[in-house]
């Protein structure tokens, strides 16, 4: 296929990948999207240099940055492949925690891999457990035929696939296997066998006893050598973190490395019996002195070769390297994590999924409000002004409404209450 006039966005992530999903697909994602889309007005809410993106994201929820580098590099080198032009490909990653390390079993367990019911998505098109590729552009020169067989050309291209079942964040790209054990519940392996459930106890054992310094310096040579490969190929990209990895660190009194989120819990709300209840312990503070090669100085020598010029953070005087986490937490208040989806559409949620916290996966508002802010070196594809505007005031509406939710984009403050008996 000739690829000459089409560009693409190529992302990967954990399950806080979803820039380039809910941005391309937005009112398909909204709750109440046909009505929003009228209410908008039309159905350019992008601005796109050029006359169609194919939007490939690779993202797979619980993996660590050993599956965002691979994923990514692996897609991109197809693309070079197929001779699609540097200057045509723009790359987001999204870095996850340094703590989830990812492993292909060892042979010697001699598991059934087949388990996992990995497949090819030439089988099956309609496959829950997909990879989110589509094509965008402007709505006059959308042609249906021509969507479907580029996407299926990609799927059949890109040897990637996941588990097709219970847990589906198993991932595979060509005949590698991603685990990432400690995230997968223990019922999966005693389910799959004695096999599986003498590997799980091995391997949790044997990851335990990795030092913390050893995964954060696994974690700074996936970013480097991601970047180097993107620097070396002449390619615009832009990296973001899921939370303030960089930052916020600290040593207790045997010297053992410690940061609120990780390894001390500390979170903006804590459960009290059935109610949330602000975390007085919850203090951010800008400290530079908190920096990770400050407080970890053998690896400020790696720290000191990311391109940071690349790195969007948010920062302010609570925050300092801050990822969509933070940004959230700061701007969209109390409701800011409240996912309203076609299966809530009850409004009947409980208040253990409401909290807004690190790591308890925001909305997709928060994912649109910071496309231009995250991509800035992606210059073939921004959200307009108008609809980023269009979607502040529907989220205020909301957040100030009398009742439930107005625009069902999120719940009101005075609902958030209700739900989380918050005092505050």
Same mark, same amino acid.
């Given at each position: ?37 009228? /209410? ?18 690779? !993202? ?112 595979? #790209? ?22 599986? @459930? ?10 335990? @006893? ?5 995964? &954060?310096? #696994? ?9 180097? $490969? ?75 070769? #990311?391109? $940071? ?14 990822? &969509? ?8 208040? /109390? ?18 999924? #409401? ?50 939710? @107005? ?12 739900? !989380?008996?918050?005092?505050?």
């Amino acid at each position: 296929m000739d690829f000459s006039k089409y560009k693409f966005v190529v992302s990967s992530g954990c399950s806080y990948g979803r820039l380039a999903d809910y941005v391309f697909g937005a009112f398909e994602h909204l709750l109440n999207g046909d009505k929003l889309r009228q /209410e908008f007005g039309h159905d350019n809410w992008l601005d796109i240099d050029g006359d169609k993106v194919i939007s490939l994201n690779v !993202s797979l929820g619980s993996q660590g940055s050993d599956w965002q580098s691979d994923s990514l590099i692996y897609v991109v080198e197809k693309l070079l492949e197929l001779g699609v032009k540097t200057e045509n490909i723009f790359c987001l990653v999204e870095w996850s925690q340094w703590n989830r390390l990812s492993i292909h079993p060892p042979h010697h367990y001699g598991l059934d891999l087949n388990l996992f019911d990995f497949r090819d998505y030439s089988e099956d098109a309609t496959l829950r457990y997909e990879y989110e590729y589509r094509m965008v552009g402007r709505p006059e020169i959308s042609n249906h035929y021509e969507i479907n067989e580029v996407i299926n050309f990609f799927r059949n291209q890109l040897k990637m696939s996941r588990s097709n079942g219970q847990p589906c964040s198993v991932g595979k #790209i060509e005949d590698r296997v991603y685990m990432t054990v400690p995230h997968m519940p223990v019922e999966v392996y005693n389910k799959f066998g004695v096999e599986y @459930k003498l590997f799980y106890e091995d391997y949790r054992e044997m990851e335990s @006893k990795i030092p913390l310094e050893n995964k &954060i310096k #696994i974690y700074l040579d996936n970013i480097l050598r991601t970047q180097y $490969f993107l620097e070396k190929n002449n390619l615009s990209y832009n990296f973001c973190l899921m939370q303030s990895t960089f930052s916020d660190w600290g040593l207790t009194k045997n010297g053992v490395m410690c940061h609120p989120i990780f390894n001390l819990g500390i979170h903006q709300y804590q459960i009290v019996g059935e109610r949330l209840v602000l975390n007085p312990n919850f203090n951010p503070i800008n400290n530079p002195y908190s920096d990770i090669e400050i407080v970890m100085p053998e690896i400020k020598s790696k720290i000191n070769q #990311i391109n $940071f010029d690349n790195f969007w953070f948010y920062e302010n005087e609570r925050f300092r390297r801050g990822g &969509i986490d933070e940004w959230t937490i700061d701007n969209l208040k /109390e409701t800011g994590y409240v996912n309203l989806t076609p299966n809530k559409s009850d409004y009947n949620f409980s208040y253990d999924e #409401i909290i807004p916290n690190h790591g308890e996966h925001p909305s997709l508002l928060s994912y649109i409000l910071l496309w231009n802010k995250i991509t800035f070196n992606c210059n073939f594809i921004k959200v307009k002004p108008e609809f980023e505007k269009f979607l502040w005031e529907k989220y205020w509406e909301d957040y100030n409404y009398n009742g439930i939710t @107005k625009n069902n984009i999120t719940l009101s403050k005075s609902e958030w209450k209700r739900i !989380s008996k918050s005092i505050y």
